[in-house]
């Protein structure tokens, strides 16, 4: 313990435990003098261990905090890393529970000028089917290509009863075992005067009325004359698309490239 003492004669600060006497004059302090400066030695030993305790303390329960929060650090970057691997699993379980899978599809033939139910709303009648003649769509189309032109009509049960399925994302489409097409949009052929240019037949318009027609036009391979005219039945389960049946139209243009 330094025991520092402020010499009355010079004024020199010295410590009594080292020098009994003052190092600059020789001078013995009182014993006042001692006894009040064993007791500042004191104090502020006691002082610095109250502090040195307290910050003890604080270490101590830091510590402690440390050592509780890492499980709860480990659990947390375990959870991160497995999130992906437990998203992936819940999305492949719920496409598991929604999605059909079917080695063939159902297939409902029909001819031409047979009316079908499609989607147990729509009456739907292929009335005709031919290749265009006009030299100015020819000039629009790619080469080694035709334009294959078929007429829809089509009555509904109840106007707009079926919206909510979404018409607009159900293309039809022809096959002919070599490729599928579905129908050119009405923009593509917009400047055409002839009518089947400028009366389109889609089945998100037909939903919301009782009585229409129009016309689907596909681009075909020249030469190509035998196809089918493909709708396909879906239903909606689980927020996912579900392949129910494809009702197909047998289309034969062989003849003058024309089909009634």
Known sequence: MQINIECEYCGSVYDFSKHRNCP??????????VS???AAARAEMNEN?????????????????????????IALIL????MPVIAEKSIDSSVAKNFQTVDE???????????FVYDEVMTLTVTEAFISDSERIGALLP????????H?????????????????????????????????SHSALSSCPEVYAQNVF???????????????CFLINKGDRQFDLCFEEISVKGYAQQLDGIDRIRIDVSDGGNAV
């Open 24 to 33: 600059g004059c020789a001078a013995v302090p009182s014993k006042e003098q």
């Open 49 to 73: 261990k109250g502090t040195e305790t307290v910050r003890v303390v604080y270490t101590s329960r830091f510590m402690n905090v440390a050592v509780k929060l890492i499980p709860v650090c």
């Open 105 to 115: 599809p159902v297939y409902n033939d029909f001819q031409l000028n047979e009316p």
């Open 202 to 216: 889609s089945l998100s318009s037909a939903n919301y009325s009782n009585e229409s027609d129009g016309y689907m």
């Open 36 to 38: 009040a400066a064993r």
């Open 143 to 150: 080469e080694g290509t035709e334009l294959l032109v078929v």
């Open 152 to 184: 829809v009509e089509c009555s509904v049960s109840q106007t707009g009863s079926s919206s909510y399925r979404n018409y607009y994302n159900r293309t039809p489409y022809i096959d002919n075992g070599e490729y599928c097409r579905t129908y050119a």
């Open 79 to 82: 959870i991160s890393a497995l």
